[in-house]
């Protein structure tokens, strides 16, 4: 069974939480594992999150050598199991692979997004999304179809839950006149943009190409905020050859900084929905 919830955060919680109880009970890393009989590398990659599926029987053992017990323990031990169910996203491994950012974005209490160049995936038409796949000659027709599902499946984080996340996008003016398809595919999204700004829990804001140069010209990014004050927030970048969770405490507050300067180049939401409709016209 799959579910909208998030394995990747609880798992990410808890692997932050292993690593404050060792250094509360004065273990390095290695004199851990020596004491529990484990490889070098284990509890390192318990540390690093970089696990699918917590064992809760060693997980036992090792809370019980730093003497956590009690209900401190089977929160954790809960805290384990939640974090072993399969996030919705298994089901297109072929496109997230691990899906490290689609587990944390399905769990995020707000999403802000900076596009200068796309539309942001949650906010994408099919056709939209296709002839943006088509356009880039890296996939054939059953690739394209697949990732197009993928991409439809992950919006429903943004309606499909009675907490679904703020969502605030900031976009470029450009954005609106490059043409992936059509007209009628372009007419399409930014109708769908429109509607979209009209949601409680969504705004949109355009950046006008008037502005001149402004901070967020460096590229696009994503900022995941958690509802649990003990899950920080993350950076994502998506870049030609990689894509990076930034999670450090000084790289979270650049790009807060720089949310807040692209949001203040942008004009408001309603005025942003009627620069798109003017534009929709334009397309007709």
């Known amino acids: ?3 909208l919830r998030s394995p990747s955060v609880r798992r990410r919680r808890l692997a932050a939480e292993l690593r404050r109880l060792r250094e509360q009970a004065g273990y390095t890393a290695e004199q851990a594992s020596l004491k529990l009989g484990w490889s070098k590398g284990r509890l390192n990659r318990w540390e690093a999150n970089q696990w699918t599926r917590p064992d809760i029987s060693a997980l036992r053992d090792l809370l019980n050598l730093y003497k956590v017990s009690g209900q401190h323990q089977e929160a954790l031990l809960d805290l384990a ?12 491994r072929d496109v997230f692979g691990e899906g490290a950012f689609v587990g944390l974005e399905a769990e995020a209490s707000t999403i802000r997004s900076y596009q200068p160049v796309v539309i942001p995936g949650l906010l994408q038409t099919a056709a939209y999304a296709q002839a943006l796949m088509v356009g880039a000659r890296m996939y054939d027709a059953t690739e394209v179809e697949r990732r197009v599902q993928a991409r439809l499946a992950r919006q429903a984080v943004l309606r499909q839950r ?3 996340p703020q969502f605030w996008a900031i976009i470029e003016e450009a954005v609106l006149y490059r043409m992936i398809g059509d007209s009628g595919v ?12 009209e949601q409680p829990n969504v705004n949109i804001q355009i950046i006008l190409n008037s502005f001149g140069a402004h901070a967020g010209l460096g590229g696009q990014f994503v900022i995941l905020d958690f509802p649990n004050e003990q899950d920080s927030s993350v950076v994502y970048l998506d870049t030609p050859t990689e894509r990076l969770l930034l999670e450090k405490r000084e790289q979270i507050a650049r790009y807060n900084l720089l949310f807040q300067h692209v949001s203040g180049a942008a004009i408001s939401p309603s005025e942003s929905t009627l620069f798109m409709r003017d534009r929709i016209e334009q397309l007709r």
């Open 1 to 3: 069974m799959t579910s």
């Open 81 to 92: 199991r939640s974090s072993r169910q399969k996030g919705w996203w298994t089901e297109y």
């Open 162 to 164: 009675e907490d679904a």
């Open 186 to 197: 372009m007419a399409e999204q930014l109708k769908a943009l429109v509607d979209a700004n």
